[in-house]
């Protein structure tokens, strides 16, 4: 072992890079310390942790050897980190080659970090052209021919890669070699699986979101979904599932997020993960417990929503795919749903539960227009749930969609995430100005920061009369205004906020005032936005004013008490955004994507 690398092995470790403890120097030898095996991703962000490969990890044992398994890393970063950076820890990690010994990097590949994988990839072959580069991920499960990923890699594991991954490693470090390049994935029964969840450190518990997965695969046929795909849906043991939830909750976990397609399909197992939380929340360990579930809307049973019901604020929240209401879009995505029994059960959660609903629409759709969408947003906005995002049509590979793709004149950017461009029905300029009104949504609507104004923002309007085009009028001015959607301070959108309701609608201007200054102060922001620093005084403060404005009167003409005045100051120089709302989330809890 060189010094160099004993240094780099200690360096990761106590960097915590690594997730095993740090090992006295005199103890380390390279051929048994340094990892042959290193699963990698690249997450979307920090706090997402990787499921998927905690799950190959956690199979190596079982489904290679326990040798293999001792020699398996897991090595995660964010799409943030450079290239060079990641290629350098990557090899470090494993250790300089040796003759005659094989290292392995396996990397989970999927919509959000292909560009940066492939180049990754593409560097450490370069780099070292003897690594095993095997790919795995949804990413790299369907349309594999061209891509350039594929080609840069050794092997490619399609689907599931919980069992074929470890039979892989074992096979191209013990033989006989594998011949294929691309291979389907196992699926076996899931009783056939390890479960992960010893897997998550407890940086992981204290710092990450916890995904957690009560079963597999969706019984459904959307066809924008890769899950349609799945034949059905497949559930872990439940009480097998129970007991590592259980450890993870007395580890001190206490946010976990459902990834199962369909949360409510099994009514069973739905009360009992359900009753697993009240128990907790019942006994007095339960504070802080946070749980987030992807629901389908139409089939909520009495058995549920009377666990539901029993939820204290703050704890639940719904993840509810509308995607559309029009039932001639949904017939031709292969959609079912009965929209009056969503309407029901959307109605029924905002009154008679304390869930959190983040609803989804998608805009797109094959046979959408702009009006029939409108009226589908019109619908889900009348209901009212917290939180409406509004998402755009993209073609993952692999996916039915593509059938619809002359017909209805669908065309997609080639590069992912591959979103729809234009539609038959949708034009390339509708597709960008709903996409800047999705952001602008986002902004005022999603974050809760206007919740006061928004009737006044929403109150349809000639020509169309509809809290679409009301709000998205509201999206062209800011448009025009700033020609950006990010980067703009809260008190930026406020004043833009008011200028279009006051001069473009009419709106009365000190009724809007005080909607906007309530908004304002309880948003936590505490800048000084042009049109409410009238009035965004202390009574203290108000007499100081009125006092230093009388004695400004005696000075001045009122003209020039006018130019003076906060309130009218120009507007080409707008305050840049207060420290206060930089270190607020954006939203509370927020669905991260
Ligand atoms: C968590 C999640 C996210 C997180 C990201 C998590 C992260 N790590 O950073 C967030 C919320 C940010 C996210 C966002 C999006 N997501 Co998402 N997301 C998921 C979700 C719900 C769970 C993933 C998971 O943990 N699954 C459980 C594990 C066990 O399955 P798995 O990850 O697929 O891993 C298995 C195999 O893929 C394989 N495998 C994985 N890694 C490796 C590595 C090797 C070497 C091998 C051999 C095998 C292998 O083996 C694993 C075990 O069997 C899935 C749906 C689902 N339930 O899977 C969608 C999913 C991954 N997302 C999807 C999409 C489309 C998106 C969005 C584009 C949605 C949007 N907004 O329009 C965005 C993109 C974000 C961006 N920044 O661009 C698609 C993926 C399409 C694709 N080709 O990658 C999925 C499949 C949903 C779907 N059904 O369509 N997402
Ligand atoms: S959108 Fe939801 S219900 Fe439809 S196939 Fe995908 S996971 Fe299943």
Known sequence: MTFMHLFLFNHLHNTGMLNSAPIPLQLQSLESQAPS?????????????????????????????QALADRTQLMEFTLSRKTKEMVEELLGLLGPEQEGSVQIIGFGVYIWNIHQTTELVRKLKEARPSL????????????????????????????????????????????????MKIMVGEQPDLDQIELPYKAFTDQDLAHRVLYVEASRGCPFKCEFCLSSLDKTAWGFETQKFLSELASLYDRGARHFKFVDRTFNLKLETSIEILQFFLDRLARNDGSGVFVHFEVIPDHLPDRLKALIAQFPPGVLQFE?????????????????QDNAQTEANLRWLLTSSHAHLHTDLIFGLPGESMDSFAKGFDRLVDIGPQEIQLGILKRLRGTPLSRHTVEHGMVYDSNAPYVVRQTQLLSADDVARFTRMAKFWDLIANSGRFKKTMPLILQPRAPQFSKFWSFMLLSDALWTRFGRSYGLSPEELLDAVFEHLSHGCGEDAHQLKTLLREDYESSGARGAPKCLSAIRTSEKDRRANLMALADAKTRFSNDSIEAVSPASSPVSNPPRASAAFKSLPQRQRRHER
């Open 37 to 65: 095996i290193v699963l990698c991703t690249l997450n979307a962000k920090y706090i997402h942790a990787s499921l998927g490969l905690r799950y190959l990890l956690a199979n190596m044992s079982r489904h290679a050897s």
């Open 320 to 336: 509810v795919g509308i995607q559309s209401f029009n039932v001639e879009v949904q017939k031709l995505i292969s959609r079912r």
């Open 132 to 179: 095993k580069i095997v790919l795995g991920g949804p990413e790299v499960s369907h349309e594999t021919e061209g891509q350039e990923i594929v080609q840069c890699a050794d092997h490619v594991i399609t689907g599931w890669g919980d069992v074929s991954f470890p039979k892989l490693c074992k096979a191209l470090i013990d033989g006989p070699q594998p011949l």
